[in-house]
């Protein structure tokens, strides 16, 4: 049984920083590419960085720059460096891994939400001007 366990939410101000952790289990980690994904109030789930098995990451046009999506697999765990956030970045936070094994553990493009697995209730970020 996946499991996916969201932390490190939290309330800041404009220019900001947070560290989102995600501990999984259940599956072989390194195995899968894994992303973070986001749903503000009142609009859908967007992708915003994904790691693959090789550590090559994709991220959202717009937090390229501002965050960094990095993963330690000798502790089943995924990590979201955050920096110069911004109002707009407030969300609910979900970490994520790809529905589906895939030879090279590539991940798919960040708006195909439908092929990542969601296991954990997120953690919010709010994000103050």
């Known amino acids: 049984q996946v499991q996916l366990v969201e932390s490190g939410g939290g309330s800041v101000q404009s220019g900001g920083s947070l560290r989102l952790s995600c501990v999984a289990s259940g599956y072989t980690f390194g195995d899968f590419c894994m992303g973070w994904f986001r749903q503000a109030p009142g609009k859908e789930r967007e992708g915003v960085a994904t790691?693959?098995?090789?550590?090559?990451?994709n991220y959202e046009d717009s937090v390229e720059g501002r965050f960094s999506i990095s993963k330690d697999n000798a502790k089943n765990t995924l990590f979201l460096e955050m920096n110069s956030l911004q109002p707009e970045d407030t969300a609910i936070y979900y970490c994520?891994?790809?529905?589906?094994?895939?030879?090279?553990?590539?991940?798919?493009?960040?708006?195909?939400?439908?092929?990542?697995?969601?296991g954990g209730r997120g953690t919010q970020v709010t994000v103050s001007s």
């Open positions: 994520a891994r790809r529905l589906r094994w895939v030879d090279g553990g590539f991940c798919a493009p960040l708006e195909r939400v439908t092929d990542y697995i969601f």
């Open positions: 790691i693959d098995r090789n550590g090559r990451t």
